[in-house]
C-alpha cells in the first residue's frame, strides 16, 4: 500500500459517523409514496445545486430495462447530471416501446418540476418486471418533490428499496489540496445479485473537482472489484446500474490520473463501492450471514476473481455456511469447476482461522470450533492456490429457507 511521511493512503480516509449520500457538499435528496406500493416509499429522487460530472456502469443483462437507456442518453449528451429519479415496485423493463415513452416521461417531468435542463436529470426504476409504470401515480408524486417533509436522506433510501430489510448508506472524508472532501453512497439490492450488478441500484456523490473522463474510468475498474464480485442466487437482473455524481463543491485543484494525490480519491471511492457492496450481499434474501471468499496464489487476479466467485455462487457452500456445517468438500469443488487451471495439490482452504485443507488433502480440525465459527454472523473462506500471486475478494450471503419463501411469493 502507497505511503506518504509514514502514513498510508487509506489511513487518510475517515468514516463518517451517519454519512450518507448528501453528506457532500451541495446535495440534497428526499422520497414519498406515491402509489406504485401499498403502503411503503415507492419514488426518491437526489439533487445537486449544480450540475455535476457524471459515469454510469449498467448490467449486461440483454433485457436493458428502459430507464438505463434513457439515462445513458442523459449522461451521453455533456458528461453530466444534476438530479436523479427513482421508483420501486415497478422495473419498467420488457415493457417495449411504452415502457420507453414512460421513462421519457419521467425524465422530463421531473426536470421540469425541479427546473434543470432535461438532459441532466437520469431515471431508474427496480421492482416487477413486465408491468407497466402507473404514471398518473408518478406524476402526482413528481408534482409533490422538494415539499419539505420530504426532503430527507432516510427517506430517499427507503423509497428505493424492494426486498431490502434495510437502509444502505455510507460517506467517507479524506484531504486533497488542504480541501476536505466528501464521497457518499446509498444503495438498494438484495437478491438476484451476481456477477455484473443484478438487481442492484447505486448512487454515490463527491463534492470532488475531478475530471470526466477520470472518473469514468475509475468507476469502472473499481466496480469490477466491488460491486462485479458480490453474488447472492446467480440470478442477473434487467435494470441495474451504478452512477456516481461529483459537484466540485470542495474547490480542489482538478483530479486526474497525475495528481500526485490521485490514489487517495481513488481508494477512498473504491471504500464506499466495497462497503456498499458488502452491505447489498449481507442483505441477500432471506440472507443470516455475509459470506467473504478470499482467493491467493492463483495464475493472475482474474483467475482469483472467477475462482472467487465460484465459490461465493454454489448454492452448495451456501447452503452449508446457513447450517454451520465444515463441509470443506463443497468448497474444493467449486474451485474445480470454476474453470481455471490450478494444481489440486497445491491447494490450502481455511474457515477464518480453521485450516481444513492442505495440500489438496484434508487436514485434521475441531468440528466443534468449525462450527462455532460457522455460526457467527460474517464468514471468511479463504483459498490459497499457490500458483502465483493473483488475487480477489468476493461476497455473497448463505442460502436460508426464508429466501425460498420470498422468491416463492414475490408477485403476491
Known sequence: MEQVNGVT??????????????????????????????????????????????????????????????????????????AILVNSGIANACTGEQGLKDA??????????IQIPE?????????????????????????????????????????ILTTDTREKGIAVQFEIDGKQ?????????????????????????TDANIDDQALSRALKSITNTSFNMITVDGDTSTNDMVLVMANGKAENAKLTEEHPEWNVFVEALSTVCELLAKEIARDGEGASKLVEVQVNGANSDRAAQIISKS????????????????????????????????????????????????????YPFDEEKAKAYLLQDTVVIQA?????????????????????????????
Open 181 to 205: 472532501i466528501s464521497i457518499g453512497g446509498a444503495a438498494k439490492g438484495s437478491g438476484m445479485i451476481h456477477p455484473n450488478m443484478a438487481t442492484m441500484l447505486s448512487f454515490v456523490t
Open 384 to 412: 490459497n492456490l499457490g500458483d502465483g500471486s493473483g488475487k480477489a475478494t468476493a461476497w455473497g450471503c448463505d442460502l436460508s429457507y426464508e429466501y425460498v419463501r420470498i422468491n416463492a411469493s414475490y408477485r403476491t
Open 119 to 159: 438532459h441532466l436529470a437520469a431515471v431508474a426504476s427496480t421492482g416487477l418486471i413486465g408491468e407497466l409504470l402507473p404514471m398518473e401515480k408518478i406524476q402526482t408524486g413528481i408534482s409533490q418533490i422538494h415539499e419539505q417533509e420530504n426532503n430527507d436522506t432516510s427517506r430517499f433510501e427507503t423509497a
Open 9 to 82: 493512503t487509506k489511513e487518510k480516509i475517515g468514516l463518517v459517523t451517519g454519512g450518507n449520500v448528501t453528506t457532500p457538499k451541495g446535495f440534497s435528496a428526499g422520497g414519498l409514496h406515491c402509489g406504485i406500493r401499498k403502503q411503503k416509499l415507492d419514488l426518491g429522487w437526489l439533487y445537486s445545486d449544480v450540475p455535476a460530472h457524471a459515469a454510469g456502469v449498467y448490467t449486461t443483462n440483454a433485457f436493458q430495462a428502459a430507464p438505463l437507456k434513457v439515462t445513458q442518453e442523459s449522461i451521453a449528451v455533456e458528461q453530466k447530471l444534476q
Open 104 to 113: 421519457y416521461e419521467m425524465r422530463r417531468s421531473f426536470s421540469e418540476k
Open 311 to 362: 465459490v461465493i455462487s454454489s448454492n452448495l457452500v451456501k447452503t452449508a455456511i446457513h447450517g454451520a456445517d465444515a463441509n470443506w468438500g463443497r468448497i474444493i469443488t467449486a474451485i474445480g469447476y470454476s474453470g481455471e487451471q490450478l494444481d489440486p495439490d497445491k491447494v490450502n482452504v481455511s474457515l477464518g482461522p480453521i485450516k481444513v485443507v492442505e495440500n489438496g488433502i484434508p
